[in-house]
């Protein structure tokens, strides 16, 4: 029953990303498939993303409200109560409608004998709210929503901005499009969504931009199977022009899945790309979106950081690492990742960033460019990253170019909800001749 119920179905969801580690992202593409209407899709997705962005603030509020605690013994009812109390205080649902939904839902889940129990927890919520968001207020976890942790971090990296990005990581990001300057132009892209009744504002900042006015599905916008957009956020959008591939360079987007950076690339110049990437699952995605695009690359499997699988031992005047980091940037987009990154992982990314670009840099040719990205920010992965490699490399030099955003070290840092786009970090690197 529970694969006819939306709440039930984000239930048993919720419950794995926050229990068994999945993300978001693959577990709503797995329980979504149950769907063929898309507003119980749409309800789906909602619940999913701010079950996870809230998880830590009233995951807390139930233990006030529970006199024997359910997270282990009934993993499912507590996240589905979790979602019970989402839908009254975030997503804004009438009460009496959000408490009998969720009371039908735990039938749905076959738990019927919590029926009576999930109808009494949310009345009191209702009942107490006042006082209870109050007290969950008064803790920075609890408000927030964030882990302690990261909470610690972001204040000590970014001090006076610490509230802003906490509020910011909270908020629901705007879908981005990228227009495939090879099949249409912007223009033309924007009167064709116009003509649907479609919203989209065209940011100056970036020639190839669309920011839709809702979030919609991709798939069914005009054009998706055509190739004339991809998805990919403002920030992201910086990087092919930052790398300036020009027509006839050898290029590496050394870990290109899914490629939306790499296909950027290709649609600006005709580059020798090879888009390479460690994870052989991740391929045949990466496949799909170029031949979607009408692009071609040199699709390789093998690890940035250790050339000897893959490297042929000819130089690349343009590098792009668009490295694996923590994504503490993108949480309004990606809220799993507060339940699942912990703060023993960044030495342990920041290590591998460091190899990465040592590896790298011996393959970049003299008088090349190599971009290194994150969707961090933190310093750790960052600035500190891009000073270690300057210091152990003498003929490299860092080149900050002006974007408005802030200045990190030798690099740029745009933070989370500003000019609308993600936290993402940029720094350039060029290789003396």
């Known amino acids: 029953m529970s694969q006819a119920n939306p709440r039930a179905l984000a239930a048993q969801a919720l419950s794995r990303i926050v229990h068994d580690g999945v993300s978001l992202r693959a577990a709503f593409a797995t329980f979504s498939t149950t769907f063929s209407d898309a507003r119980d899709r749409a309800l789906l997705s909602a619940l999913l993303h701010a079950g996870a962005r809230w998880w830590l603030r009233f995951d807390t509020a139930l233990t006030g409200l529970l006199e024997h605690p359910l997270h282990e013994r009934e993993p499912q009812v507590h996240a589905l109560l979790v979602l019970g109390l989402v839908q009254l205080e ?45 007290a969950l207020d008064a803790d920075a976890t609890t408000r927030s929503a964030h882990p302690r942790w990261l909470i610690k971090s972001i204040a000590a990296d970014w001090p006076d901005h610490a509230d802003a990005i906490l509020a910011a990581n909270n908020a629901q990001a705007p879908l981005w499009l990228r227009v495939n300057s090879r099949r249409i132009t912007r223009e033309e892209l924007a009167a064709k969504f116009a003509a649907t009744d479609i919203e989209v504002e065209l940011p100056e900042a970036l020639a190839q931009a669309l920011v839709l006015g809702q979030s919609l599905d991709v798939t069914r916008l005009p054009g998706y199977a055509d190739g004339w957009f991809s998805v990919q956020d403002g920030a992201a959008q910086f990087a092919a022009g930052l790398l300036d591939a020009r027509s006839g360079m050898r290029v590496l987007d050394a870990c290109a899945a899914p490629g939306g950076k790499a296909a950027h690339i290709l649609e600006g110049a005709e580059v020798d790309l090879v888009a ?19 692009l071609r690359a040199d699709v390789r499997e093998g690890d940035a950081g250790d050339p000897s699988t893959w490297w042929d031992g000819r130089h690349f005047e343009r590098i792009l690492l668009d490295a694996p980091c923590s994504a503490s940037g993108i949480i309004r987009r990606q809220p799993d990742i507060k339940l699942h990154r912990r703060a023993s992982d960044i030495p342990a990314l920041a290590a591998q960033q460091a190899r990465l670009l040592d590896a790298l840099w011996p393959m970049l040719a003299p008088g090349g460019r190599l971009v290194y990205a994150t969707c961090s920010l933190l310093v750790a992965e960052n600035a500190a990253c891009i000073g270690g490699v300057l210091a152990r490399h003498a003929d490299a030099a860092g080149r900050r170019v002006p974007l408005g955003w802030h200045a990190a070290g030798a690099g740029m840092q745009n933070l989370p909800g500003e000019a609308g786009m993600d936290g993402f970090f940029y720094a350039i690197l060029d290789k003396s001749n």
């Open 90 to 134: 975030i997503l804004g649902l009438p009460e009496y409608a959000a408490v009998a939904a969720t009371v039908e839902a735990t039938r749905a889940l076959g738990k019927p004998k919590f029926a009576n129990l999930t109808n009494a927890i949310l009345r009191r919520w209702l009942r107490e709210r006042e006082a209870r968001n109050a």
């Open 276 to 294: 390479l990437d460690r994870d052989p699952q991740r391929l045949p995605r990466m496949l799909e979106n170029f031949a979607r695009l009408g």
